[in-house]
C-alpha cells in the first residue's frame, strides 16, 4: 500500500473554487489508477461517490456527471502528487474528499484520511 495524505479543503462560497493536494509515497504510478471520491455529509463509508479519476499509464481520466466540466483531475509525477481543481462550487459539493490508489495488476486499494470541503451557499 501507499500513504496518501489529502491537503487543500475549506470552507468557501457557492461558486468559488478550491484545488484538493494529495501527497503520496508512490514514485511511480503507470501501475496505479487514482482518483477522488467524496464523501458526504450523513452518509456511510460505502457510500461513498467516485468524483474523477485519472489512470497512471496513459492519463485517461474520467469525471462523475455531476462534476462534469468543473473539477478538473491531474498527476504531477514530479511532486508525486495528485490534485483536484475545482470551480464554481455548490452546497451539493459539500463533503469529505477522498484520495484513492489502486494497482491495475493487483487491486490493492489505499486511502487517505480524507480532507472536508464545505460549500455555504
Known amino acids: 500500500q501507499v500513504q496518501l495524505v489529502e491537503s487543500g479543503g475549506g470552507l468557501v462560497q457557492a461558486g468559488g473554487s478550491l484545488r484538493l493536494s494529495c501527497a503520496t509515497s508512490?514514485?511511480?504510478?503507470?501501475?496505479?489508477?487514482m482518483g477522488w471520491y467524496r464523501q458526504p455529509p450523513g452518509k456511510d463509508r460505502e457510500e461513498r461517490e467516485l468524483v474523477a479519476s485519472i489512470m497512471g499509464r496513459g492519463g485517461g481520466t474520467g469525471y462523475a456527471d455531476s462534476v462534469k466540466g468543473r473539477f478538473t483531475v491531474n498527476l504531477d509525477t514530479a511532486k508525486n502528487a495528485l490534485y483536484l481543481q475545482m470551480n464554481n462550487l455548490t452546497p451539493e459539493d459539500t463533503a469529505i474528499y477522498y484520495c484513492?490508489?489502486?494497482?491495475?495488476?493487483?487491486?490493492?486499494?489505499?486511502w487517505g484520511r480524507g480532507t472536508l470541503v464545505t460549500v455555504s451557499s
Open positions: 508512490a514514485r511511480t504510478f503507470s501501475n496505479y489508477e
Open positions: 484513492r490508489f489502486e494497482t491495475t495488476t493487483t487491486q490493492v486499494v489505499s
